[in-house]
């Protein structure tokens, strides 16, 4: 009951090669009965159990959603609770979000009830703690404290920076450098238009807008102040060489932009189909700096920093990550094609790195964490029989199969 899809063609592998975890997300999803019972095929109950017992730990509350459906003596909130990011104090705000928002799965109101959407925008405001931390975030519920200003900021190079608001903390600053020269190299250029925004000079913005626009107009794109991403240091608003800043995502430098800025660590912070999250217009052009590891992370799984902070950082004190796996047997590849499978990682949301036996990095060209499935393309990967490994970062390795690469 594994799926394993070879360029786009669907197999239904059996048992050979038994990753209990990738099994989850198919046999539960598939195999519900018309009485909502889940039935397992072809499965020992030993499996069964082992599979329920994944799922309730796994991060995908899709999967949580459907066990609760077969099992109608658990109480309603149960599936929010097996939710990573689910934060007990807010319980019966995420009872009353989901009576307001009956269509949302409960990985979704956990997620949007830890951001703060069932409050009114600029309502339940609170101080965030560390500004300085590369994952600040400023939104219409988090504010930074009162007269912040970051210590180590620097102008841009003047070969990057057509704007006078033209300073951004060090480690942004070096990183946009680099993704300029880069992007050039390519063909592409990038200029900052607008990057650190002290708190006055947002006041006098964000008032100039409401008088045009009026304050529901204005918020819709503009920022209160002390809520101002730019006020962090860590944001630019960039252009190309010939359109204005709002139409960036018209050029030819976003269609690169999009799938690149995050290998320097920077994201599109108000991304498309984001604005009920964000509470923001699309903006294209709006890049903030997490850091490398955070971007791609954000990048890969789709997300908004807003979503990340509130699944990844509602408890500190997240489980070891860890991929429960049988001993499969051996996988052959070929040279050259692209592999999807599927696997749930227990205890905690997040990308794994995959490696042969020598080391070499197996690429990764997607990964979507709703059904936790992974497109590995096996290219340049030398012939013959080795180990596949998940990594998580900082963690020990974890031997996935045996794989044989044909030439
Ligand atoms: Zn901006």
Same mark, same amino acid.
């Given at each position: 009951?594994?799926?394993?899809?070879?360029?786009?063609?669907?197999?239904?592998?059996?048992?050979?090669?038994?990753?209990?975890?990738?099994?989850?997300?198919?046999?539960?999803?598939?195999?519900?009965?018309?009485?909502?019972?889940?039935?397992?095929?072809?499965?020992?109950?030993?499996?069964?159990?082992?599979?329920?017992?994944?799922?309730?730990? /796994?991060?995908?509350? =899709?999967?949580? #959603?459907?066990? +609760?459906?077969?099992?109608? !003596?658990?109480?309603?909130?149960? *599936?929010?609770?097996?939710?990573?990011?689910?934060?007990?104090?807010?319980?019966?705000?995420?009872?009353?979000?989901?009576?307001?928002?009956?269509?949302?799965?409960?990985?979704?109101?956990?997620?949007?009830?830890?951001?703060?959407?069932?409050?009114?925008?600029?309502?339940?405001?609170?101080?965030?703690?560390?500004?300085?931390?590369?994952?600040?975030?400023?939104?219409?519920?988090?504010?930074?404290?009162?007269?912040?200003?970051?210590?180590?900021?620097?102008?841009?190079?003047?070969?990057?920076?057509?704007?006078?608001?033209?300073?951004?903390?060090?480690?942004?600053?070096?990183?946009?450098?680099?993704?300029?020269?880069?992007?050039?190299?390519?063909?592409?250029?990038?200029?900052?238009?607008?990057?650190?925004?002290?708190?006055?000079?947002?006041? /006098?913005?964000?008032? =100039?807008?409401? #008088?045009?626009? +009026?304050?529901?107009?204005? !918020?819709?794109?503009?920022?209160? *102040?002390?809520?101002?991403?730019?006020?962090?240091?860590?944001?630019?608003?960039?252009?190309?060489?010939?359109?204005?800043?709002?139409?960036?995502?018209?050029?030819?430098?976003?269609?690169?932009?999009?799938?690149?800025?995050?290998?320097?660590?920077?994201?599109?912070?108000?991304?498309?189909?984001?604005?009920?999250?964000?509470?923001?217009?699309?903006?294209?052009?709006?890049?903030?700096?997490?850091?490398?590891?955070?971007?791609?992370?954000?990048?890969?799984?789709?997300?908004?920093?807003?979503?990340?902070?509130?699944?990844?950082?509602?408890?500190?004190?997240?489980?070891?990550?860890?991929?429960?796996?049988?001993?499969?047997?051996?996988?052959?590849?070929?040279?050259?094609?692209?592999?999807?499978?599927?696997?749930?990682?227990?205890?905690?949301?997040?990308?794994?790195?995959?490696?042969?036996?020598?080391?070499?990095?197996?690429?990764?060209?997607?990964?979507?964490?709703?059904?936790?499935?992974?497109?590995?393309?096996?290219?340049?990967?030398?012939?013959?029989?080795?180990?596949?490994?998940?990594?998580?970062?900082?963690?020990?390795?974890?031997?996935?199969?045996?794989?044989?690469?044909?030439?």
């Amino acid at each position: 009951m594994i799926r394993f899809d070879v360029e786009g063609e669907t197999q239904d592998m059996n048992n050979k090669w038994m990753l209990l975890p990738l099994a989850a997300a198919l046999l539960l999803t598939s195999c519900q009965s018309a009485s909502g019972a889940v039935i397992y095929h072809n499965q020992s109950l030993a499996l069964a159990e082992r599979v329920e017992q994944t799922v309730r730990k /796994s991060t995908e509350i =899709q999967l949580s #959603a459907n066990l +609760g459906t077969g099992n109608p !003596d658990a109480p309603e909130q149960e *599936a929010f609770s097996s939710c990573l990011h689910f934060v007990e104090a807010n319980r019966e705000r995420y009872l009353l979000y989901q009576e307001a928002h009956p269509d949302l799965s409960e990985w979704d109101i956990v997620t949007q009830v830890n951001i703060g959407l069932d409050h009114p925008y600029y309502t339940n405001v609170q101080t965030v703690s560390d500004p300085n931390s590369l994952l600040v975030l400023c939104n219409k519920y988090w504010k930074l404290p009162d007269g912040y200003e970051p210590s180590d900021l620097r102008k841009l190079s003047s070969k990057v920076a057509v704007g006078s608001a033209n300073q951004m903390r060090a480690e942004a600053a070096d990183a946009f450098e680099r993704l300029c020269a880069d992007a050039k190299k390519e063909g592409y250029t990038i200029f900052a238009q607008s990057a650190y925004r002290s708190y006055s000079r947002q006041v /006098s913005l964000y008032n =100039q807008y409401a #008088a045009r626009d +009026g304050v529901e107009g204005a !918020d819709t794109y503009s920022s209160r *102040a002390g809520h101002s991403d730019h006020q962090t240091g860590l944001v630019v608003d960039v252009k190309n060489a010939s359109l204005p800043y709002n139409r960036f995502g018209e050029t030819a430098e976003y269609q690169w932009a999009k799938d690149n800025i995050h290998k320097y660590g920077f994201i599109i912070h108000y991304p498309p189909g984001k604005e009920g999250i964000t509470g923001y217009q699309t903006e294209e052009w709006h890049w903030r700096y997490v850091g490398q590891k955070a971007a791609t992370e954000i990048y890969n799984l789709g997300l908004t920093l807003d979503e990340y902070c509130a699944i990844f950082l509602a408890n500190s004190s997240d489980e070891i990550p860890s991929l429960l796996s049988d001993t499969p047997d051996a996988l052959t590849l070929s040279q050259g094609s692209s592999y999807t499978f599927s696997f749930q990682p227990a205890g905690a949301l997040a990308v794994p790195t995959f490696t042969t036996g020598d080391g070499t990095i197996v690429t990764t060209s997607g990964f979507q964490y709703r059904s936790g499935s992974y497109l590995l393309s096996v290219q340049g990967l030398a012939p013959g029989s080795t180990n596949l490994y998940a990594t998580f970062d900082g963690q020990a390795p974890i031997r996935l199969c045996s794989i044989t690469v044909r030439a």
